[in-house]
């Protein structure tokens, strides 16, 4: 089985790197609070099946996570890792919503695996839209960070947190998308 890097993106400490954030019917969402719960509830789950995973503590941003990976791993990283970054998305239209994966420029047949079956599970979980296995071209930034640790990784984008609708199917089905997405995390380090 595959060693599994997972990380929240960005931080849940006020003042630090917290992402992108929404007020929606008078309750405002952080990306790094979110994404930080989503990889604590992943963990034990993780850890029963027996996945060897190192999890970022939240309080980083992702310079300095990434420079801990680095010095945590060293050159014992390779290709059988996976790292994953979780991540909600933003749009200053709030009709604009759905779940995507970014996989690297140059991905290989692992990472487009891992990244359908981790976006189908969310889509499935939550009923969101899928917005396909994206190049990382195709993002905001054309080059992330993420995809330059020195093994195989994808970023998911759980759904967007400025869309309504979205937020509404995440409140309401969060901890099946938890199960779904461990569960889809096990079976893709399982090949």
């Given amino acids: 089985m595959r060693k599994l890097i997972l990380s929240a993106g960005h931080t849940n400490v006020p003042g630090k790197d917290r992402g992108a954030s929404a007020t929606i019917d008078g309750k405002t969402w952080y990306e790094g609070d979110e994404a930080a719960r989503i990889v604590a509830d992943l963990y034990p789950i993780l850890i029963r099946n027996n996945v060897d995973v190192y ?21 014992k990283l390779r290709q059988d890792t996976l790292a994953v970054e979780i991540h909600f998305n933003a749009s200053q239209n709030p009709e604009v919503g759905g779940s995507e994966v970014i996989i690297p420029q140059s991905a290989t047949g692992y990472e487009k695996q891992a990244a359908e079956y981790t976006l189908g599970a969310i889509c499935s979980a939550l009923k969101t839209k899928s917005r ?5 071209s195709e993002t905001f930034r054309k080059r992330l960070g993420w995809m330059r640790i020195p093994c195989e990784t994808i970023l998911i984008e759980v759904c967007f947190m400025t869309s309504k609708q979205d ?25």
Avoid: C, P, Q
Avoid at 57 to 68: G, H, I, M, P, V
Avoid at 132 to 136: A, K, Y
Avoid at 169 to 188: D, G, H, Q, W
């Fill in 55 to 75: 999890v970022d503590d939240y309080k980083n941003a992702l310079a300095d996570t990434l420079a801990t990976i680095k010095r945590v791993f060293g050159s």
């Fill in 132 to 136: 396909g296995v994206r190049d990382e």
């Fill in 167 to 191: 937020m509404a199917k995440y409140e309401t089905s969060y901890r099946a998308m938890v199960s779904s997405l461990a569960a889809a995390i096990v079976s893709t380090l399982s090949k």
